[in-house]
């Protein structure tokens, strides 16, 4: 055996021997988790992306807001091109008020056709009369009677106008709330605090129905994916104490709590027979930060950096003495 091969097997082995020593101590320290009531997984800080789309299409006159910039609830972020929409509304006033128009004159011809038959009810009531003392022919009473007929006959007419217009004034009356409804939308707001992520669209363009101006990050939901092994995720509950520690920051432990438990492993197969199999299995993990945990509020957060999640599995259990699983500073 030369020399340079005695080399390469003593550097093998010290390789090997470091290895075998990283994993024990890699086990070591989930199973001391395990132990101690915790279980850890690693990930990056996340937020729920919001997409800000236009409801239907047209231009973009205006974007206020640039990458990067922090929004309020309520705030607008953009405005879309409402020429043609005013054009509309101002349709839809004018049929508004030509159906209340026609629903008026209806309601008038109501007063004049009762008018009418009242009338003729009396006049009908006297040829009767009369001709019961034969003072008229019976060819007068069956005059009397058909103009009755025909009064009765032109204030149900009247009536059904009355109810046609009102069902005219109620179906213009909905076309210019929705007009007005588009014109609403076509200033577009932000629905959550947060951060604009991307800007996707500039003044000039034209977008079709749905499509989407910018992405904000809603910074009141801030988290981490974990995935924990089964025997922690059979034991732990939603709603569990948690922490979440930042690589950038280690000394400093943000509170939070177990949100989510997927219901179904992952990475596994799906028929699952041994033991080593069931080992193997996985469940995705949702850890939720405290949003008024952040010193400097929505500013501090920095989506996407490494960090560390710990959920106490035993609620007795106490946190480690490590600054990064106490709690804030």
């Known amino acids: 055996m030369t020399r340079a091969t005695r080399r390469w097997i003593v550097s093998a082995a010290v390789v090997s021997v470091a290895a075998a020593a990283a994993v024990v101590a890699r086990t070591g320290l989930q199973e001391a988790a395990t132990t101690d009531g915790l279980a850890s997984g690693n990930g990056r800080l996340e937020a729920t992306e919001v997409g800000i789309a236009t409801k239907r299409a047209g231009r973009v006159v205006a974007v ?16 879309m091109d409402t020429q043609d929409l005013e054009a509309d509304l101002r349709e839809a006033q004018a049929r508004s008020e030509e159906a209340r128009q026609a629903l008026r004159h209806a309601t008038a011809m109501i007063a004049e056709r009762e008018s009418v038959l009242a009338l003729a009810e009396k006049e009908l009531n006297r040829s009767t009369a009369l001709r019961q003392q034969g003072h008229i022919a019976a060819q007068t009473l069956d005059e009397h009677r058909s103009r009755r007929e ?9 009536q059904a106008q009355v109810v046609q217009a009102e069902a005219a004034v109620e179906a213009a009356t909905a076309r210019e709330a929705r007009v007005r409804v588009d014109v609403a939308d076509s200033v577009l707001t932000s629905p959550v605090g947060g951060r604009v992520l991307y800007r996707l669209a500039e003044p000039g363009e034209v977008l079709a129905p749905g499509g989407r101006l910018l992405s904000v990050l809603d910074l009141s939901d801030v988290y981490i994916t974990i995935f924990l092994p089964m025997r922690d995720a059979s034991r732990v509950a939603i709603g569990a104490e948690a922490r979440i520690v930042l690589d950038g920051d280690p000394e400093r432990a943000i509170p939070a709590r177990l949100s989510f438990v997927a219901p179904t492993a992952q990475f596994t197969p799906k028929e699952v027979e041994t033991r080593s199999e069931r080992d193997k299995l996985t469940f ?28 106490r599995i035993d609620a007795d259990a106490p946190w480690p003495a490590s600054p990064a699983t106490t709690g804030p500073r």
Do not use: C, H, W
């Open 64 to 79: 206020l807001v640039e990458e990067g910039d922090t929004v309020v609830a309520g705030q607008t972020l953009a405005r």
């Open 150 to 158: 025909t009064a009765d006959a032109s204030l149900r007419a009247a």
């Open 284 to 311: 995705r993990a949702k850890v939720t930060a405290d949003p008024n945990a952040f010193n400097g509020g929505l500013a501090a957060i920095k989506t996407g950096v490494p960090a560390m999640a710990y959920v």
